[in-house]
């Protein structure tokens, strides 16, 4: 749906402003993204030994704070290797750090050692207790409200729109001075300036509050603030969001892929080319040899190279599951 009203905002012309403002990170920074992207890339194949081995060098080399999700990620890697101890000492630093366990991952946080078991079942308590301190409940409820108070029927009338207008401007028969046109497109801006209002709201909160990590607000909410930063169409050379956004890379709020997405977003809103060509899916048949270039940009702020595949390549059985993993590795 994003790519959909980056398109839309593309074929009318609105916005030929000038390439969006961005950031570049620190060597250790990148280094230890290097370092992180490559286990999570190695955990997401299974190759769990190998991401042990990445994840616990990229900690150990880092002195800047990390995502808990990368935390929990090394602990089942850990803990399936038999590093059972080692496991425990990541699970908690997930866990105190903000991380979530849903009904699915705790079938995997299994200990065999009876040592490490009665460390786990004394202390999960106590750290999910230290989770929950450091949260600021009544701005996790009004952010889960405000994206649950958007009506269903509002929403659907918004898609119904988007795809009126997406369809027209591809035909050369729509008249887009038509009564129809209009008033669907009207339905598109309108969501489009609340979208903004909602941004200008949460940055008056951020200001207050500090950014809505996931540790503050808990992952659903911060993705719903996540989500609301990035259509925040107002700012369209992202020169009012780089400032907060680049500190809340380097704090570990958010993903070197968000990031980039948000500048993305901004460039192809101009009706120019992306920067990082994030994410990748669209993308393929059209950066031919501005991957160096691209590549170059996604390592200053330690995002992971763009791996495009051959089309001679053999083919393998599960193309989707081979995208899947070179792409998107963080959830956050």
Not at 268 to 292: A, Q, W
């Amino acid at each position: 749906m994003k790519h959909l009203i980056s398109l839309l905002l593309i074929v009318c012309n609105l916005n030929l402003l000038a390439q969006a403002k961005y950031s570049t990170a620190s060597d250790d920074f990148v280094s230890f993204h290097e370092n992180v992207s490559n286990a999570e890339r190695m955990y997401k194949n299974d190759s769990l030994l190998q991401a042990y081995a990445k994840f616990d060098n990229a900690f150990a080399n880092y002195k800047g704070q990390v995502n808990p999700g990368h935390y929990f990620r090394a602990a089942l890697c850990a803990i399936k290797i038999r590093e059972e101890f080692k496991g425990l000492h990541f699970l908690e630093k997930a866990i105190v750090n903000g991380y979530e366990i849903d009904s699915v991952r705790k079938a995997d946080v299994v200990f065999y050692n009876q040592n490490t078991k009665k460390e786990y079942l004394d202390n999960i308590a106590k750290w999910e207790q230290a989770r929950n301190a450091s949260r600021n409940m009544t701005w996790q409820e009004e952010l889960i409200n405000s994206a649950a108070s958007k009506s269903k029927s509002a929403d659907a009338k918004y898609k119904e729109a988007l795809s009126y207008c997406l369809t027209c401007m591809k035909s050369k028969t729509c008249s887009k001075t038509a009564p129809d046109y209009l008033s669907k497109y009207k339905v598109v801006k309108d969501r489009m300036k609340a979208d903004s209002i909602a941004a200008a709201s949460l940055l008056s909160k951020i200001q207050q509050n500090g950014f809505p990590s996931v540790k503050l607000v808990g992952r659903k909410a911060g993705e719903i603030a996540r989500n609301t930063l990035l259509s925040y169409d107002a700012d369209r050379k992202n020169e009012r969001l780089d400032n907060l956004l680049f500190k809340a890379l380097q704090d570990g709020n958010i993903s070197p892929e968000f990031y980039a997405s948000v500048v993305d977003r901004r460039n192809v809103m101009n009706g120019l080319t992306p920067e990082f060509y994030e994410p990748l899916t669209g993308y393929e048949k059209t950066i031919g040899k501005e991957i160096t270039t691209a590549n170059k940009r996604r390592s200053a702020i330690g995002l992971y190279p763009i791996r495009l595949v051959s089309a001679a390549a053999p083919k393998t059985k599960d193309s989707a599951m081979n995208k899947k993993v070179n792409t998107q590795l963080y959830d956050y």
